[in-house]
């Protein structure tokens, strides 16, 4: 059986497949020795970042998650930049809202 997290992940994923949008999946890996999380590609990186038709980063949180300080200055790196930044409570309906206004659907 899937956690919350990864069932959360999974979702955002098909829907940007559905929508036939160009992204990078940054995968976590938990770390032998310590049991931590750890992110493979950088502290703080998103979960998802699309690229095609548009930019924006996607951080997938559960119950009372929140942004890390690392993903925090990622955060507000990527905004500086001019892309967007979701953070995706527990379902997806904020992606389709996003979608929405932004006509990707």
């Known amino acids: 059986m899937l956690s919350r997290a990864k069932e959360l992940e999974r979702a955002v994923e098909h829907l940007l497949i559905y929508y036939k949008l160009k992204f990078i999946r940054l995968e ?3 770390c032998f020795r310590c049991g931590q999380v750890q992110n493979s590609k ?14 924006f980063a996607v951080e ?5 998650g929140v942004l890390s300080k690392d993903q925090k200055t990622v955060r507000d ?3 500086k ?14 992606l389709i809202k996003y979608f929405k206004s932004k006509n990707i659907l």
């Open 81 to 94: 930049a001019g892309d967007d930044y979701l953070i995706i409570k527990d379902t997806v309906d904020e």
């Open 60 to 64: 997938c949180k559960t119950g009372t």
């Open 42 to 55: 950088g502290k703080g990186l998103p979960d998802y970042y699309i690229y095609s038709p548009i930019h």
């Open 28 to 30: 976590n890996y938990r």
């Open 77 to 79: 790196n990527i905004l």
